[in-house]
């Protein structure tokens, strides 16, 4: 008998050294929790063993790993210190067992912990509390389905072993910690060495594009050293929405995609246009861009000083042409080849209304469609002076392009400077008879008459009255009527009083005419067509036809 269990004890102590030397080997806190269980459970031959933690922020003890455990409830239990075994052995006072646990009442019992235990078919719990340092950290748990009283030897090896699992345990969870954090010490260095690689990448770019700035504001160029840093597409919009600038060679503003990544580009209050990428980009894409941005501003505000400059000496120019002062040859020569012109050169006048659209985008696209022209916004309109001979195509394709309304009073060519004042003052008188008309087109100025003087004049608020106010009456009645009085009364001045000439223009018999004639002079009275009246009643007719065409299809404005 001596003999046996000398040699229980043996193997008692081999186990326990054996376990000592596994559990010192683990590092992963759930490897050896699990190594713990296992081994005690196999030890001391019981139907399942489990290890508790404490959570001293919730005053209770929960089961972290078992074995043998059937039910989930179990497995999942959380006991309140000082409550049953598994709580009164995790407050560290001393190893405990009960043979017969929901009938002991030397135990404190819990109503659920108990009808966990009872779902379990668990009668026997021994178990020792997991010490290290002074600090209580848990309890390791054996328990039976049948009544039974574990020997002083097998407490003494769980005690044991308990001893070693909470070193074990502590050490495994410090180790963990100090991965946890060694970790986030990574982690932090990954972020900080991203972080710097970008703030590299941003310098680098920051460098390059500032340096194409300060070489020539051509937002292209600025784009163009984006999309190498960005690796995609860049589009610039203005605020109105139009393409002003691409990566992409040949790109039509309607094969433009849907913005993937967009950023504003302003300076001050102002937005000057919008920066977008044909895909959507990342954080760290996105800061690269916001600097492609900032230096696009500055180049679109550098462009816009020279342009402002250059916009300066051309209305200088201009001005000084309209001024009709004699000017320096030489001085004047010097200017006007800035634009690649010469004082001997065929120049045309137009007067161009731009009040639809942006004066610098119109002047912007005009640059581009008309060569040789310097431009300046002159009174309420565009001005142009361009040696071009094709300028009307030009302005015409350039117009169309954009959807805008083409409405211009032109004059020329001349072949002296001395006679652009004049010839401003004819392209301008055009401009404003085809405001009056609310007519689109071209009006050649060299063909206006004493009508489109007045309907300057009346445009500009220089005439007391109506201008049509002398045929009133014949317009009403034939609005009213769907006759054709004021064309008949029309073609009767023109023709000098032949009503066999009014027949003819107007395929009518003659006596068709005569009647016409007579309703006419009941509407306007007696001498309408006679001195002092007839010339206040032609001017009249002769503005009704520039207003609504009254004569056969013709005339000097070009749609």
Not at 110 to 115: I, L, R, S, W, Y
Not at 178 to 207: F, K, W
Not at 338 to 364: E, K, T
Request: glycine share 8%.
């Amino acid at each position: 008998m001596a003999n046996t269990m000398r040699r229980s004890r043996e193997d008692l102590l081999r186990v326990l050294l054996d376990t000592a030397t596994d559990l010192t080997a683990l590092r992963d806190v759930e490897a050896v929790l699990q190594a713990i269980v296992r081994r005690t459970r196999a030890i001391v031959g019981a139907d399942m063993a489990y290890i508790s933690l404490n959570d001293p922020e919730r005053g209770d003890t929960y089961i972290r790993q078992s074995d043998g455990v059937t039910t989930p409830a179990y497995r999942a239990l959380r006991m309140p210190l000082g409550v049953g075994v598994l709580g009164q052995v995790a407050t560290g006072l001393a190893p405990f067992q009960t043979s017969d646990y929901l009938d002991d009442t030397s135990v404190v019992h819990d109503p659920e912990v108990d009808e966990i235990v009872r779902a379990e078919a668990v009668e026997t719990i021994m178990g020792a509390p997991l010490t290290v340092a002074g600090r209580v950290i848990g309890a390791l748990i054996v328990a039976e389905r049948r009544s039974r009283r574990f020997e002083p030897e097998e407490v003494s090896c769980v005690e044991s072993i308990a001893k070693q699992a909470a070193v074990a345990i502590d050490n495994s969870l410090r180790f963990e910690e100090m991965a946890r954090r060694a970790e986030l010490l990574n982690v932090e260095h990954r972020r900080s060495a991203a972080e710097l690689q970008l703030a590299t990448r941003m310098l680098e770019l920051d460098r390059r594009l500032l340096d194409a700035v300060m070489v020539s504001p051509d937002v292209g160029r600025v784009l163009t050293i984006g999309r190498g840093a960005l690796d995609d597409d860049l589009y610039l919009r203005d605020p109105s929405g139009a393409l002003l600038a691409t990566t992409v060679d040949g790109a039509a503003p309607d094969a433009v995609p849907d913005p993937g990544t967009a950023v504003a580009i302003t300076a001050a209050a102002e937005t000057l246009g919008t920066l977008h990428t044909g895909t959507v980009l990342d954080s760290d894409g996105r800061a690269l861009m916001e600097r492609v941005a900032v230096h696009a501003a500055l180049a679109l505000l550098f462009s816009r000083a020279e342009e402002d400059a250059d916009l300066r000496g051309q209305y200088e120019l201009i001005d000084d042409l309209l001024s009709g002062a004699d000017l320096p040859h030489d001085r004047l020569e010097r200017r006007m080849r800035r634009w690649g012109l010469r004082s001997d050169d065929r120049l045309w006048c137009v007067a161009l209304d731009v009040s639809f659209a942006d004066a610098r985008r119109c002047r912007q696209v005009l640059r581009a469609a008309v060569g040789r022209t310097v431009m300046t916004v002159h009174d309420d309109h565009l001005c142009l002076l361009t040696a071009s001979p094709a300028w009307e195509e030009g302005l015409r394709a350039a117009f169309a392009a954009h959807g805008w309304p083409l409405r211009a009073g032109s004059a020329g060519p001349i072949t002296a400077p001395r006679d652009l004042r004049d010839a401003h003052r004819r392209a301008s008188l055009a401009l404003g008879s085809l405001v009056t008309l609310d007519q689109d087109g071209v009006l050649d100025g060299e063909r206006l008459g004493m009508v489109h003087a007045l309907l300057d004049l009346a445009r500009t608020g220089g005439l007391p009255r109506s201008l049509t106010r002398a045929i009133d009456p014949l317009l009403a009645y034939d609005d009213e009527r769907g006759a054709d009085l004021a064309r008949t009364a029309f073609y009767y001045l023109e023709t000098d009083g032949s009503v066999a000439r009014v027949a003819e223009l107007l395929h009518l018999h003659r006596n068709t005419v005569r009647q016409r004639l007579t309703r006419i002079g009941v509407l306007l009275g007696a001498g309408w067509d006679a001195s002092p009246r007839r010339l206040e009643t032609h001017l009249a007719l002769h503005v009704r036809d520039a207003q609504a065409g009254l004569r056969r299809p013709g005339g000097p404005v070009r749609t």
